[in-house]
């Protein structure tokens, strides 16, 4: 009986020795290649929390500099910022801040370049089209019209749409297009929230040039009586 156990196990490990033999290097790779999917995987997601941690570091470090209205050191942080951590939403933030205070302190230029930086490079759209906005708003006081128009035609339909509509009247009312400034008054007051306290200011804008929303809708209201 023990003899015939001892056969069964030495076919047992003779079959095994088999497969170990024909399969062996397969399953050593295959196992090697998990492994080193998954250490890939880690080492990725840390890479990622460290560059997160290290850009707010610095996105700390430039909003003090923003807040003490030190513009020049400002410009070097984000300089830095955007050097480092292109891909991070700290870098399209910093940039819209060392834009703000760049404008405020005269420096029409740079705060051109950072706002053109977010637009080119920023992660989320929606930093991106506020930069658009903005930086239209730049080129209006420029006179740069069509330049400003172009930066308006790119901003996508959605929450934005209305802000765009009335920064697109402002340059074509610079223009002296009133009759297409009053059309995207309109167009951005009809878009707006009825509470939305923005839509008070294009509503003077329209009142400005005869066009009040009020006055346009009464005789429509009077032909339904």
């Known amino acids: 009986m023990a003899t015939h156990l001892d056969l069964q196990e030495q076919e047992q490990v003779d079959a095994l020795k088999a497969f170990w033999q024909q399969y062996g290097n397969l399953i050593t790779w295959t196992l090697v290649a998990a492994l080193l ?8 997601q840390w890479w990622q929390r ?7 570091a610095m996105y700390e470090e430039l909003d003090r500099a923003v807040n003490a209205g030190d513009v020049d050191k400002a410009a070097r942080i984000f300089g830095d910022l955007k050097e480092r951590y292109p891909r991070t939403a700290f870098a399209e933030q910093g940039g819209m801040l060392a834009a703000k205070l ?4 005269g420096k029409l ?4 370049a950072s706002l053109g930086w977010v637009i080119e490079h920023a992660v989320e759209d929606e930093y991106r089209t506020l930069a658009r906005l903005r930086l239209a708003g730049l ?6 019209y069509d330049d400003a128009l172009k930066q308006l035609d790119a901003v996508p339909a959605g929450p934005f749409a209305a802000l765009a509509a009335d920064r697109r009247g402002d340059v074509l009312l610079a223009q002296g297009k009133k009759d297409d400034a009053r059309a995207a008054y309109r167009k951005a007051y009809e878009a707006m929230a009825d509470q939305a306290e923005y839509r008070r200011l294009v509503d003077a804008k329209l009142i400005a040039l005869g066009a009040a929303p009020a006055a346009a809708s009464a005789p429509a209201a009077g032909a339904s009586r």
């Not at 460290?50 to 707010?56: F, I, P, V």
């Not at 080129?139 to 740069?144: C, S, V």
Request: net charge neutral; aromatic share 10%.
């Open 109 to 112: 230029d740079e705060s051109r």
């Open 139 to 144: 080129m209006l006081q420029a006179k740069q």
């Open 50 to 56: 460290n560059q997160a941690t290290q850009a707010g």
């Open 37 to 44: 999917v998954y250490a890939g995987i880690n080492g990725w």
């Open 102 to 105: 760049q404008f405020e302190k």
